[in-house]
């Protein structure tokens, strides 16, 4: 205590004495003040919704404007949500390579917490979908398979075929294959519709339905093959393609064979 | 056809002409038969027999095998060969040995034709084809006696009846066809929206969910299946009703709907196509959200739903029918009459 108050008059002292009472105002206010976390989570919200604005302005303002309200070259991003984004941008669709009837999938460039930022700022801009979460596209009931399989012969075979594999639409446009396609993504492109495919929201839609059809699309990928070829599971033409040129050209070349080549003993 | 330019003439294999300046265009014949060496070679051919009957022996214990696999393996059982990947066991066991079977038959009587059937160089000749002189003319000779005997030509109530009996034969196949089945009537015309009158709406029911609709339920740029409410997965002519009655809802913002009556039709730019397609009735419902076109996976057709479900591109011959919905007092989405034309295919009656 005498050391203490024998250097009470130390330059220095005053700041220590503030110091100390500023953890103690501080402690007490954690230790007291009613938790208000939401107030926090908005924090971080408006963070990245900050964030997400400038990661915008670079990646997609030339053709979404600046505001996301849309120009010539692109729509306006006002009310398409979160998930939207989640979807356009992990999969590399979104900042598009170029302009044309179909946005191919690319190579992602965006890290996840870059593309949380950026949806963020988008679902900032109306209310929209928002991304799922991995409880609702991840499935637990085995039942699910074969629900899902009902529904995915009801929706989406009729373009992206009975075994997943994609298949062309009118003037370039295609269904991509959902061969190895993320759950979260297939989930969200069933939420919002991403560019010419129909969107199915949840009310005509419910979202145990769609977690159904996510677990039949991921076990189209790991069922076993029963037997044969499956020649892309594209149906009809990759099988008459396949029996034309290999059933049918085996035969002829044979038969070819059989009548240019008899066994004669050679004069030798 | 000279006797001289005959191949036997030209005497055994062997013994041809050859061409000379004063004669260039001389008959080669036949070239000279040479044996082969199951011809000349009796080890040969004991050999070559055994071969052939190793190719049966082994297609008879492929059969057995294939048997023998039928019964023994379990039709679950999924096994890893290697270029094929995990494969069904039964499946593969079965294919391999039936195609062993077909293909030694089939290889066996090749090798025994091959090597041991004669082989002899044997000349065909080609004759012309119409007959001599002397016999067609006896041929009409006797036709026409023929036909001066049975007075065809003469008795014109013979001739006259005998090419309306003739005539009216087919007749018969058209009766045995019409065994076949009823005519389909009327059935062409309706669907089982016929149900619903102005007083009596029929609600939709969604596919998916197998519930009525409201209105808001359907978003801009969102497709839903519908089917009419009374009909059940589980009921005995489902799949022939569904045929009809499968309805694709899709909304359109009213500004982009080109076709004020199809607009009318439609309840808040909600609109219900048939699902099925006017060409030869493909279930037709690949939608395109942003450009409004359906296009039919069979043949390309391409309707613009924006436009009145009108055709732009492919085979089809007609618009899709669409259905007349609105609203009932609690908000659900209902129809309130059949379509306006028959759906599906074109047919001869239809208008």
């Not at chain 1, 298949?167 to 519709?193: C, F, N, R, W």
């Not at chain 1, 070829?229 to 085996?250: A, D, H, M, N, R």
């Not at chain 2, 196949?173 to 015309?189: A, I, S, T, W, Y």
């Not at chain 2, 909304?251 to 030869?280: M, Q, W």
Request: hydrophobic share 40%; proline share 7%.
């Amino acid at each position: 205590m005498k050391k203490l108050s024998a250097r009470r008059r130390h330059p220095l002292a005053a700041l220590v004495v503030l110091l100390l009472a500023l953890a103690a105002t501080g402690g007490l206010y954690a230790a007291f003040a009613p938790a208000e976390k939401a107030q926090a989570d908005t924090a971080a919200q408006s963070l990245a919704i900050d964030e997400g604005k400038k990661l915008f302005a670079v990646g997609c303002s030339s053709c979404h404007g600046l505001n996301g309200e849309g120009s010539s070259d692109g729509p306006s991003l006002v009310g398409v949500g979160s998930a939207a984004v989640d979807f356009q941008v992990a999969t590399g669709r979104m900042p598009a390579q170029q302009p044309g009837a179909q946005v191919p999938k690319k190579k992602n460039i965006y890290s996840q917490h870059e593309i949380d930022q950026l949806a963020a700022f988008v679902a900032s801009l109306g209310p929209g979908p928002v991304a799922p979460t991995e409880k609702q596209y991840t499935s637990t009931n085995p039942d699910d398979v074969a629900a899902g399989g009902e529904l995915f012969r009801t929706n989406c075979a009729q373009c992206h075929n009975f075994a997943g594999q994609g298949g062309a639409l009118t003037q370039g446009k295609y269904a991509p294959s959902l061969e190895g396609v993320d759950a979260k993504h297939i989930y969200e492109a069933m939420q919002t519709g991403p560019q010419n495919m129909p969107s199915f929201p949840d009310t005509t839609m419910p979202e145990e339905q769609k977690r159904q059809i996510v677990a039949f699309v991921r076990h189209l990928d790991e069922e076993p093959n029963p037997g044969g070829l499956t020649l892309g599971s594209l149906g009809p033409v990759t099988e008459g393609l396949f029996g034309w040129i290999f059933g049918l050209g085996v035969l002829i070349a044979v038969a070819i064979w059989v009548a240019a080549h008899t066994t004669k003993a050679r004069k030798s | 056809m000279s006797e001289d330019k005959l191949p036997e003439s030209h005497g055994s294999a062997g013994q041809h002409e050859v061409a000379t300046h004063g004669d260039p265009f001389a008959d080669p014949g036949l070239p000279a038969h040479e044996p082969r060496r199951t011809d000349i070679d009796e080890r040969a051919a004991k050999r070559a027999e055994r071969q052939v009957s190793l190719m049966f022996v082994v297609s008879m214990l492929a059969t057995v095998g294939f048997i023998a696999s039928y019964v023994a393996i379990d039709a679950d059982k999924i096994v890893y060969i290697f270029p094929l990947g995990h494969v069904s066991a039964l499946n593969f066991a079965l294919g391999l040995t039936l195609g062993v079977a077909l293909f030694c038959i089939g290889a066996g009587a090749v090798h025994w034709a091959r090597t041991l059937m004669s082989d002899h160089e044997l000349p065909a000749e080609r004759h012309p084809i119409e007959a001599d002189d002397e016999v067609r003319a006896d041929v009409i000779e006797q036709f026409k006696t023929g036909a001066a005997e049975s007075g065809f030509g003469r008795r014109k109530m013979i001739r006259n009846t005998l090419i309306g009996s003739m005539a009216l034969v087919p007749l018969s196949g058209v009766v045995l066809l019409r065994d076949l089945g009823p005519l389909p009537e009327d059935k062409l015309q309706h669907t089982g929206w016929d149900l619903a009158t102005p007083e009596h709406p029929l609600p939709l029911v969604n596919m998916n969910t197998n519930k009525p609709m409201k209105a808001e339920d359907i978003v801009v740029g969102s497709l839903t299946f519908a089917k009419p409410e009374g009909l059940e997965e589980d009921d005995e002519f489902f799949q022939q009703q569904i045929a009809k009655d499968a309805l694709m809802l899709v909304r359109i913002a009213p500004e982009n709907i080109k076709d004020k009556d199809s607009a009318e039709l439609g309840f808040e730019g909600i609109l219900a196509y048939s699902k099925i397609c006017t060409h030869v009735g493909c279930p037709i419902s690949l939608y395109e959200q942003q450009t409004h076109h359906a296009l039919c996976p069979c043949h390309q057709s391409t309707f613009d739903l924006a436009d009145g479900a009108r055709v732009i591109f492919g085979p089809a011959g007609h618009p899709l029918p669409q259905l007349k919905i609105t609203t009932n007092e609690e908000g659900f989405l209902v129809a309130t009459g059949d379509f306006a034309e028959p759906v599906g295919p074109s047919f001869w009656e239809r208008s």
